[in-house]
Each structure stands twice: as C-alpha cells, then as structure tokens.
Antibody, heavy 124, light 107 residues
Framework: QVQLQQWGAGLLKPSETLSLTCAVY????????WNWIRQPPGKGLEWIGE???????NYNPSLKSRVSISVDTSKKQFSLKLNSVTAADTGVYYC??????????????????WGKGTTVTVSS | AIQLTQSPSSLSASVGDRVTITCRAS??????LGWYQQKPGEAPKLLIY???SLQSGVPSRFSGSGSGTDFSLTISGLQPEDFATYYC?????????FGQGTKVEIK
C-alpha cells in the first residue's frame, strides 16, 4: 500500500522560504506525477504544481515566480520550495500522487494517494 | 485558467436522501473531470475520475455524469459517513483547478 509522508517547517516569518518534503513508501516512483496542493484556512483546494520522476515540472502560473518543485529519485522523495512567503501562504499543504489511467483509449488523470498534510503558518 | 463553479456551496440533507452536486466549467473540458471528498482535518479522497469512473473501494451510491461544461455528482442514499465537502477537479489543461467545494451537512 502506497503511503506519502510529508514534513517541513510549520511556522515561518514573512519573506522566508517555505520548504516541504514528501517521501513515497510502498510503491513505484516512476510513472506518476507528484503534486503539491494547498488549502488556506476554511477555504478550498489550490493546485500548486507537479513533477514527474525525470524532473519535468508544471506549475500554477499564480505561484510560478515563487515556487520550485524538485525530486530525488534515489530517496523516492519530492520537495516544494515557495519563497517570499506572506500571510496569504498560510494553510495546509498536501502532497499527492497523480497518475493517468486509460479508459477506452483515452488517458484520464487522478490523484489517488495523499499525504496527511502539513500546516504552515506565516506570521511575524 | 479554467474556472470550475460548484453549486450549491452548501446543502443540508438527511440520511437516505439523494443528493446532487453540480460543477460547471468555464470552457469545454470534454470528460476530464474528477470528484474528491474531504472530511474535516483529513486529506481529500478520490471518488470518481473521468466523469463517471468509480475509484476502487468507493461505494456504488456515488455516481458521476456530464460532459463538456456541465457535470454532476450524485449520492443515492446519503449515509452518515458522507457528510463532508466535495470538490471537482479538471485535468483538461494546466493549471489543474478545483471547484470551490460543496459542503454537505446533516439536516
């Protein structure tokens, strides 16, 4: 059974860099997209970006200038860095496995395994 | 970015009720849509992908339909464990976007 375990600093000051890591246990690392999603307090989900095992990334344009996702395939880990944080970056950050499934010759995306979430608070 | 608008934002229902949540996309997304359930303090859980394909282990009372710009999630016979917030997610193009969520509460 695949599990994602995530960790990182939970309290940051404005202008600091948010840094989170997610480790993959019990499953393959290749062939999937490794995602970061966040959720401000009391609000909905926002996709931050993704990386595959070869290091190819896609980012949300709303965060692209501040975000970086990297991968360490030897450790089966991927990481998120978000620089110049403000209070608006406060929330729960989730890592998630994404994949494509073929249904009648078309590929469809899913996020089926999620980490438990890390609460990040930005406050002076 | 493609916007997904869910309605209603919240609803109250009783155990056993049939509940339908809709998700409208700002442009045609074919059938590139999934549904996720989130309970308080927990990570989201995949329910449905490709509009109507049920994820393994998800009860058959959950069903999805739609195509193009209009989609729906139906729960036939609401159970106590179904009270949660539901999100649609489009994977037609980047950035992937979620609907704002629909909270299903106990009446």
């Amino acid at each position: 059974q695949v599990q994602l375990q995530q960790w990182g600093a939970g309290l940051l000051k404005p202008s600091e860099t948010l840094s989170l890591t997610c480790a993959v246990y019990g499953g393959s690392f290749s062939g999937y997209y490794w995602n970061w999603i966040r959720q401000p307090p009391g609000k909905g989900l926002e996709w931050i970006g993704e990386i595959n095992h070869s290091g190819s990334t896609n980012y949300n344009p709303s965060l692209k200038s501040r975000v970086s996702i990297s991968v360490d395939t030897s450790k089966k880990q991927f990481s998120l860095k978000l620089n110049s944080v403000t209070a608006a970056d406060t929330g729960v950050y989730y890592c998630a496995r994404g994949g494509d499934i073929i249904v009648i010759s078309s590929a469809y995306y899913y996020m089926d395994v999620w980490g438990k979430g890390t609460t990040v608070t930005v406050s002076s | 970015a493609i916007q997904l608008t869910q309605s209603p934002s919240s609803l109250s229902a009783s155990v056993g009720d049939r509940v339908t949540i809709t998700c409208r996309a700002s442009q045609d997304i074919r059938d590139d849509l999934g549904w996720y359930q989130q309970k308080p303090g927990e990570a989201p859980k995949l329910l449905i992908y490709a509009v109507s394909s049920l994820q393994s282990g998800v009860p058959s009372r959950f069903s999805g339909s739609g195509s193009g710009t209009d989609f729906s999630l139906t729960i036939s016979g609401l159970q106590p464990e179904d009270f949660a917030t539901y999100y649609c997610l489009q994977d037609y193009n980047y950035p992937r976007t979620f609907g704002q969520g629909t909270k299903v509460e106990i009446k």
